[in-house]
């Protein structure tokens, strides 16, 4: 079977992140006295937007104020930590000059707010392969992961049909919102040592893995 487009996470898929994002919520959550294992980051963190990682947190008695602020606190923290380690996956930026030399249409779906993608852009050069309006990210106007949202929003601006993507992931809630979206093909992305026993998809750890003839 093959694909007409892909879409992508970022965070933890095409930016391996994952630690810097951890080592940022240590720091921030130190503030306000509360630690988090790593069995509890993967549960209330990993592949989930900010207002609903900051409400399971905090409580939902968390007001959108103190979220916003919770947010940009946090999130500069994280750009202060990374800023330094900007790179793709292995892989990816082969993988992203095939698809454009192929004319195969594929975006980023990303929980990161605008500020981060933003950052992305600029300091990681990505509108080589992806435009700005075209990328998928948390603007506050749709439910996140693992609800389908963000990737059917993707597909569309992709003028796409879900199950004609391939959709490329790494947290346990991003999976299941791919899964919920009708994606044609899910790859995990094993960026973090994460468990995907669950799951029946072919995981990878090099983009160069992945079959290219889903795309002909």
């Given at each position: 079977?093959?694909?007409?487009?892909?879409?992508?996470?970022?965070?933890?898929?095409?930016?391996?992140?994952?630690?810097?994002?951890?080592?940022?919520?240590?720091?921030?959550?130190?503030?306000?006295?509360i630690s988090l294992s790593d069995a509890e980051k993967r549960v209330k963190i990993h592949g989930k937007a900010n207002p609903d990682i900051m409400r399971?947190?905090?409580?939902?008695?968390?007001?959108?104020?103190?979220?916003?602020?919770?947010?940009?606190?946090?999130?500069?923290?994280?750009?202060?930590?990374?800023?330094?380690?900007?790179?793709?996956?292995?892989?990816?930026?082969?993988?992203?000059?095939?698809?454009?030399?192929?004319?195969?249409?594929?975006?980023?779906?990303?929980?990161?707010?605008?500020?981060?993608?933003?950052?992305?852009?600029?300091?990681?050069?990505?509108?080589?392969?992806?435009?700005?309006?075209?990328?998928?990210?948390?603007?506050?106007?749709?439910?996140?992961?693992?609800?389908?949202?963000?990737?059917?929003?993707?597909?569309?601006?992709?003028?796409?049909?879900?199950?004609?993507?391939?959709?490329?992931?790494?947290?346990?809630?991003?999976?299941?919102?791919?899964?919920?979206?009708?994606?044609?093909?899910?790859?995990?992305?094993?960026?973090?040592?994460?468990?995907?026993?669950?799951?029946?998809?072919?995981?990878?750890?090099?983009?160069?893995?992945?079959?290219?003839?889903?795309?002909?």
């Amino acid at each position: 079977m093959t694909f007409k487009g892909a879409i992508f996470d970022f965070n933890g898929t095409l930016f391996w992140d994952t630690a810097f994002h951890d080592r940022a919520f240590d720091i921030f959550l130190e503030k306000h006295g509360i630690s988090l294992s790593d069995a509890e980051k993967r549960v209330k963190i990993h592949g989930k937007a900010n207002p609903d990682i900051m409400r399971s947190i905090f409580g939902g008695q968390i007001t959108d104020q103190e979220i916003e602020d919770f947010t940009q606190d946090k999130e500069l923290i994280y750009r202060q930590l990374c800023a330094n380690e900007l790179k793709l996956a292995p892989g990816a930026e082969e993988l992203f000059d095939y698809m454009q030399a192929q004319e195969i249409p594929f975006t980023i779906a990303t929980s990161a707010g605008i500020e981060n993608v933003g950052f992305y852009f600029e300091n990681m050069n990505l509108n080589r392969w992806f435009s700005l309006d075209k990328t998928v990210y948390n603007n506050g106007t749709f439910r996140g992961k693992p609800q389908p949202d963000i990737f059917l929003e993707a597909a569309r601006k992709l003028d796409l049909h879900p199950t004609e993507t391939v959709i490329f992931e790494d947290s346990v809630a991003g999976i299941i919102a791919a899964q919920r979206a009708g994606a044609g093909k899910i790859y995990i992305v094993n960026s973090y040592g994460e468990n995907y026993k669950r799951f029946p998809y072919e995981i990878i750890t090099n983009f160069n893995s992945v079959d290219r003839s889903l795309f002909d």
